[in-house]
């Protein structure tokens, strides 16, 4: 079995895990994005993206309530749905989803790194500082869960500072203007569904709270503290994300944000500061995500090992010393790495957005039809949240479909694959 600590990770240290994965891919990486997809009132994109993540949040959280567990999401889908086919498809849908988002994390850092020195975002040097990212976190992985809430909360604590003076500054340099951006020459020709496409892109951004439920038991007094540290952790991210979102838009034209999509916080800072304010928050965009791949990692590397432990997916030692939890460590490790290689920052993000939503939906669904009793949950909640995501998820696949269908088939062959997989290997096992 893998090495599981009970009670070893606070409140601080869990809200810290929360807001390290949230903050990091976030705004960094989606905000241009966004913005692309929603134009001139894209910071209230990240609004409907909270409330929507917020109704999601819900499941979760009563689930935690009912089941803590360090393998927080897989656990959630044995209790719902058994140990199945769809207990290991959506699982494994909800582990690559986090694997996808350290990618996405590993190449933001590379972008905006690169910044420093002037580089284009499209250099083949983006690719090799995300690796080298993903190398650190999984050193600093091996350390610990004491030495990670310890790094990640102080990480989260640096940048959540350094990014609300930013934001300020920047609202300051604007005359503290909360009006639309302008829209720039060549604006982008939006329709209903970009804009839903939109919400489904900020979703990503608050993702991060499933990192702290896939700690479960580890933290202290999980019943208490899963569900105040996955609201606080939301609500923090999303002060954050408006804050920038408007400075951006008083900085910047919608052309300009999406010319600049893969460093436009960087670029938000030139008009008003110079140099110096590209470097701060380059600096910032560092340190955030380094805290935002540790804890990613540190989450799905546990929830695999559950999995593992359960039989549930397959593994192989393949000569490696120490326990399951550091082998599947080394996988979630290699899988990051291919992605950041292979994938710019906009496909990695569009994968992410649909295994994510069709692994939500199944677990609020197994909530409305098979638990609401056991774990309490308000079925109005629960089906809010579903429609919600099947809403989101068919706008964002219809925009994708028109602006790069094979992304899409890409993102549908990799959840076809992990279902029929899984069908393979849990009948090899009977």
Known sequence: MSDYKKNSITLTGAVGLGTGVMIS????????????????????????GGIATSFSAYSYIKMSNEYPSAGGIGMFLVKVYGETTITAGAALLMALSMVINQSLVARTFGTYTLQLFGTDSGSWLVPVLGVGLLTTAFLINIAGNSFIQTFTSIMSLLKIVGLSIFAIAGLWAAGFSFEAAEPGGNPPELSPASYIAAIALTILAFKGFTTITNSGSEIKEPKKNVGRAIMISIAISLSIYML???????????????EAKDYALAEAARPA????????????????????????????????AMLTDMKLIPHKH??????????????????????TILFDLSRIAAIGV?????????????????????????????????????????????????????????????????????????????
């Open 25 to 48: 891919a976030g705004i960094f990486a989606l905000l241009g994005q966004v913005a692309e997809l929603s134009g001139a009132w894209f910071p209230l994109m990240f609004i409907a």
């Open 273 to 304: 500061f110079g140099d110096l304010g590209v470097w701060f928050t380059v600096i910032i965009a560092i340190l955030a995500t380094v805290s935002g791949i540790i804890a990613s990692v540190f989450a799905v590397s546990r929830m695999l």
């Open 318 to 339: 393949f000569g490696m010393p120490g326990d399951i939890q550091k082998h599947t460590l080394v996988y979630t490790i290699v899988f990051a790495m291919a992605l």
């Open 354 to 430: 649909i295994l994510y939503l069709v692994m939500d939906m199944i677990i609020h669904w197994g909530v409305l039809k098979k638990l609401k009793g056991k774990v309490q949950a308000n079925r109005g909640i629960v089906t809010a949240a579903l429609i919600i995501d099947a809403v989101v998820l068919g706008a964002f696949v219809w925009v994708k479909l028109q602006q790069d269908w094979l992304i899409v088939v890409v993102a549908v062959v990799i959840t076809a694959i992990t279902f029929v997989g899984e069908r393979f290997f849990l009948k090899a096992e009977d």
């Open 244 to 258: 920038l979102a408007w400075a951006v838009s008083g900085s910047l034209s919608i052309t300009e944000i999406i």
